[in-house]
């Protein structure tokens, strides 16, 4: 076989064997075959597209290409859930400790990406020496005893994804349903959960701009999740705004905080609500959606859901007294409002322009080598809808570099667009993708 042949093959639009698919994922992975011919590899993809089978075997060669987490020790069905990514995501620092609160083990591995902000694992190095890089046989026992424990990947998971990945990164390659359901389905399948809850979001801060390709990009998932034995559904959400609302690392552990103290924005506390009613569902932990909703506002408002983030900050060597004392965080050195020239009711925020905001200030990663400042930040005051007068705060930044300061609070601002109309409700969650069943709210 020649990569030659599978390239040109691609470039014409023809269906990839499995074995073509393999070779492809074999030789790039141990460097056999050069960055060049796999640049053109997924340039062909890019435009030729993959069906349903060649997209099946995609992944199943990534997830074949590393390491796969065994969990059998830990007791019950583990449901992992997983966001395509989206700005002001903190999802998961809510979910982790409230769904294990109601029950359902979670055992949260994964990596360091890049972003806008850092990933889950960046942000629980917010709280001060908690341990992400434990041994398996703590992160299995820890969540046996607790029911939780998050830590930063030791084993050699979905290697292929990370070349293939990096390289997607600089050659315009990254959005394309394919190799986008690809990457994240051959992690999710090393990382070893029974089932798992997709949060496939569409709009201006997602990959999937049209709600159309983040049903399909759904789709897709679920079928390869569930073609393996793995129950999953995709939830299809909205990123049109910035989830809540902080951007940055800190700010966005203090607002996870608040909302699992029941004080969170409504669109972040709904979501979570709406993903940890699926994972609690799919945990055997609740008959339906509405009652593991009251399961899981119960466990807000009893603050159970808050002592288990206590429990988990305190079992890796964290400080838990930062969840009632937020001054213990790192603070940035620069704090200012920001302010409109425009009066009227917030028609958009455009959420990659609040993204690279915070990039700017340095929350998130540009390059792998890039330092995350877990301190800066955005926090907007105002969401889409709201009326602003004049002199009304849109934002504060938070930042360490009055040059970072300037450039980020340019990019901010142009991020606002303000009419004189106000603005139809749009819904946060868009449908859910089953099995065998779509659901379009
Ligand atoms: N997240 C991933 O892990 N992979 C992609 O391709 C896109 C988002």
Known sequence: MRMYDIIEKKRDGYKLSKEEIEFFVNGFTNGTIPDYQASAFLMAVFFNQMDKEETIDLTMAMLESGDKLDLSKIEGIKVDKHSTGGVGDKTTIILAPLVAAAGVPVAKMSGRGLGHTGGTIDKFESFDDFKLNIPEEKFIADVNEIGVAIASQTGDLAPADKKIYALRDVTATVNNLSLIASSIMSKKLASGADAIVLDVKTGSGAFMKEEDDAFDLAKIMVEIGCGVGRNTIGVITDMDEPLGFAVGNVLEVIEAIDTLKGEGPKDLTDLCLELGAHMLVLGGKASDIEDAKRTLEDLIDSGKALEKLKELIAAQGGNPEFIENYEMFKKASIVKDIYLEDEGFIQKIESEEVGKAALVLGAGRETKESEIDLAVGIVLSKKVGDYVGQA?????????????????????????????????????IKGIVYENNIVKY
């Open 392 to 428: 009304e705060r849109v934002a504060t930044i938070y930042a360490n570099d009055l040059d970072k300061f300037e450039e980020a609070k340019e990019i901010l601002t142009k991020a606002y667009i303000v009419e004189n109309k106000e603005v139809e409700e749009k819904k946060l």
